[in-house]
């Protein structure tokens, strides 16, 4: 079972914030697939208590900071490409950016400690990835996710969109379809709330 979200926690874009018969859910800022709502961008979920309204707001006039050498950000993968990733970054060092411009790649020999033969089998598109700022060039940085904490932390399943379960070091499997998917895992995978601070 997935669990559901809280008032106060933070929701990155495209994650799951509960069922219908549960939350009544907003219009701007969630979207329902099969009687699950989902968030349509990332920020704090608020839940009216008596009307059991849940929607996602976001702060403005969070301040921006500029990104440093060795800073661990949290981010969406956008794009695979032969040897690298595209990232978007939702959080840097557990403060949340939203509306957030910064962009980072991982290269292919950056993922792992071990031999990684091909991007899909480490990352897909959707995923919400920790990762370590190495270099900076202009507006692009390039990220590590070798280490232990560093890795994805969510994956939907492929097939049906489902949140993948973990199984095995850098294994993943759908309990609704039954798919399994590989992935370079962060060690606590599957528990993103728990990692994040506002
Ligand atoms: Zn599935």
Known sequence: MKESKKNN???????YLGVVEEYLPDKKSTFVRDGQIFATKT????????????????HQDE????IKINDIIIGTIQFLRLYSVGISFATINNKIHFNSSYFGNIHVSHISHKFI???ADAFQITDIVRAKVIKQ?????SLSTVGNNLGVIHADCSICGSTLEKIGQN??????CGNTENRK??????????????
């Open 117 to 119: 033969e091909k991007i």
């Open 9 to 15: 926690e933070i929701a990155l874009t495209g994650q």
């Open 63 to 66: 301040d921006r900071k500029i």
């Open 43 to 58: 920020g704090i979920v608020s839940i009216d208590k008596e009307r059991r309204a849940i929607e996602i707001k976001g």
């Open 171 to 176: 294994k993943l499997k759908c309990s609704r």
């Open 137 to 141: 060039e202009q507006n692009e940085y």
């Open 185 to 198: 895992l962060a060690s606590d995978y599957g528990n993103v709330t728990e990692n994040l601070r506002y």
